[in-house]
């Protein structure tokens, strides 16, 4: 069983419409969560970062870490054309190496006008 | 222009060769890391470095080296004991106790 769980998609939404995307882990150390977008055949770039629990907000982006029952949210408001890509979690325990994380396998978005 | 760059683009390689794939990255970060993407698996950590000259196995280092001589070069080679080595690979750079990685555009690496 992988240590991130991430449903790949793709999941298609119209414009204007909230993107919901989440990711399940088995791993009760996770501390540090990520969410990173990744374009096609483009390198991943960070979105949101949250540490620990509660909610984060950026803009039109929000991240939720639920850490009792193990899972991360990612929602995404007013969602533009420009908002299709591939969305991967990421993160790792306090105790782990910084910078060594495990990542979801991605769930690909599109968002049609 | 503050990045991390990858060389080439595309790439072709003959079973039974190896092959280096190039990152430089110019954020004077201290770690920088390699990582393996296929379809429905993520991003999985080949080689990862903290600081010139060191630099740890990740999960799949098997059939792949690498080096840190500088500070803004990890290049990695696939070697032709790498089984399936066909995948895009990810080069990636943080600064020290930073959870914010950079990444380079990427290598598609293609074995015929």
Redesign the interface.
């Known amino acids: 069983q992988k240590e ?1 769980e ?1 449903d ?1 998609g793709p999941l298609s939404v119209p414009e204007g419409a909230i993107v919901s995307l989440n990711c399940t882990y088995s791993n009760s150390a996770f501390q ?1 969560f ?1 969410w990173y977008r990744q374009y096609s ?6 979105l949101m ?1 949250t540490y620990s629990s509660g909610n984060k907000e950026d803009g039109r982006f929000t991240a939720q870490v639920d850490k009792s029952s193990k899972y991360i949210s990612l929602f995404i408001r007013d969602s533009q054309p420009s908002d299709s890509a591939t969305y ?1 979690c ?1 993160m ?1 325990g306090s105790t782990d ?5 495990q ?4 769930t690909q978005v599109v968002v049609t006008p | 222009d503050g990045g991390i760059t990858q060389s080439p683009k595309y790439l072709f390689r003959k079973e039974g060769q190896n092959v280096t794939l190039s990152c430089e990255q110019n954020l004077n970060h201290d770690a920088m890391y390699w990582y393996r993407q296929d379809p429905g698996q993520g991003l999985r950590l080949i080689y990862y470095s903290q600081i010139v000259n060191d630099f740890q196995k990740g999960d799949i280092a098997e059939g792949y080296s690498v080096s840190r001589e500088k500070k803004e070069s990890f290049p990695l080679t696939v070697t032709s004991a790498q089984k399936n080595p066909t995948a895009f690979y990810l080069c990636a750079s943080s600064a020290r106790d930073s959870n914010e990685q950079f990444f380079g555009p990427g290598t598609r690496l293609t074995v015929l």
């Open positions: 991130v991430q790949p540090y990520m055949r483009k390198g991943p770039e960070l970062y991967l990421a790792r190496s910084w910078g060594k994380f990542f979801g396998a991605g």
